[in-house]
């Protein structure tokens, strides 16, 4: 099983930066695309950014510009720098990771507060 943990969410002004991270731990042999996905009340779950292991990126229209998503293959770890946040942006980030043999993995969620 393969576990994945965030962290780096909280609450910040508009106009703000955050970096989240996520880690993936337990049995891995190679981790493929990995992504984030955000959930705001009331609405589906949708993509923020996806990045392949071998680096090539793809956002939604609404982030692009302003987050940027990296990853480190020898920790297992991707990242997601997120500046000029906005209200809009407010949800619970979700980590996702395609695993060699395991399928899709998710994240327990981090909390992102914008306040205007």
């Known amino acids: 099983q393969v576990q994945l943990v965030e962290s780096g969410g909280g609450l910040v002004q508009a106009g703000g930066s955050l970096r989240l991270s996520c880690a993936a731990s337990g049995r891995i042999f190679i981790i493929n695309a990995m992504g984030w996905y955000r959930q705001a009340p009331g609405k589906q779950r949708e993509l923020v950014a996806t990045i392949t292991r071998g680096g090539s990126t793809n956002y939604a229209d609404s982030v692009k510009g302003r987050f940027t998503i990296s990853r480190d293959n020898a920790k297992n770890t991707v990242y997601l720098q997120m500046n000029s946040l906005k209200p809009e942006d407010t949800a619970v980030y979700y980590c996702?990771?395609?695993?060699?043999?395991?399928?899709?993995?998710w994240g327990q969620g981090t909390q992102v507060t914008v306040s205007s």
């Open positions: 996702n990771a395609n695993v060699y043999m395991q399928g899709d993995c």
